[in-house]
T-cell receptor, first 115, second 111 residues
Framework: EAGVVQSPRYKIIEKKQPVAFWCNPI?????LYWYLQNLGQGPELLIR????????DSQLPKDRFSAERLKGVDSTLKIQPAELGDSAVYLC?????????????FGPGTRLTVL | GDSVTQMEGPVTLSEEAFLTINCTYT??????LFWYVQYPGEGLQLLLK?????DKGSNKGFEATYRKETTSFHLEKGSVQVSDSAVYFC??????????FGKGTRFSVIA
């Protein structure tokens, strides 16, 4: 069974440019997460979807970040415009259910460098 | 809010040594506890988990016991191998809340 797929794996852009990340969760997983991982830190949740509904986006900087999960499957996370401080790894994860005991499966992440 | 504190790395051991990575937590209610591992160049993988007090999670020779009285979930392995070199993250989740991770502990094994 395929795991969580993310693309691109690496992205280098100049500040003020837009950037988008794509995630395809494990088939059948209703819950999808986007996390931000800064260097030397653990992942921090940006947004959580249950099907196509964003149920927790309190940590998403809405002035520049946006996300969507059309049809409750694939998801896209966008930053516009990017700032130097956005350099980090962006992780996507999915789980079958939404409770704390459900295992989250992570993709390999997208490493963003903003110059 | 909920939080996880784990020992700072890096930790370096020789092959066949005993490993302990400490993890303590602060949470309301009764969280589930997890250890995730990130091998070089790969995504996070669930290593083991425990969902209630005194549960022991185990996988690949690693073990961790949910200790409610000390709010701890220390990771242990009796004999480490070079292939165990990775970054290890302790995490918790309470009810429907998302995972809260520690900062991670980088662990290396030398042959």
């Amino acid at each position: 069974e395929a795991g969580v797929v993310q693309s691109p794996r690496y992205k280098i852009i100049e500040k003020k440019q837009p950037v988008a990340f794509w995630c395809n969760p494990i088939s059948g997983h209703n819950t999808l997460y986007w996390y931000l991982q800064n260097l030397g830190q653990g992942p921090e949740l940006l947004i959580r979807y249950e099907n196509e509904e964003a149920v927790d986006d309190s940590q998403l900087p809405k002035d520049r970040f946006s996300a969507e999960r059309l049809k409750g499957v694939d998801s896209t996370l966008k930053i516009q415009p990017a700032e130097l401080g956005d350099s980090a790894v962006y992780l996507c994860a999915s789980s079958l259910g939404r409770t704390g005991t459900d295992t989250q499966y992570f993709g390999p992440g997208t490493r963003l460098t903003v110059l | 809010g909920d939080s996880v504190t784990q020992m700072e790395g890096p930790v370096t051991l020789s092959e066949e040594a005993f490993l302990t990575i400490n993890c303590t937590y602060t949470a309301t209610g009764y969280p589930s506890l997890f250890w995730y591992v990130q091998y070089p160049g790969e995504g996070l993988q669930l290593l083991l988990k425990a969902t209630k007090a005194d549960d022991k999670g185990s996988n690949k020779g690693f073990e961790a016991t949910y200790r409610k009285e000390t709010t701890s979930f220390h990771l242990e392995k009796g004999s480490v191998q070079v292939s165990d070199s990775a970054v290890y993250f302790c995490a918790l989740s309470s009810g429907n809340t998302p995972l809260v991770f520690g900062k991670g502990t980088r662990f290396s094994v030398i042959a």
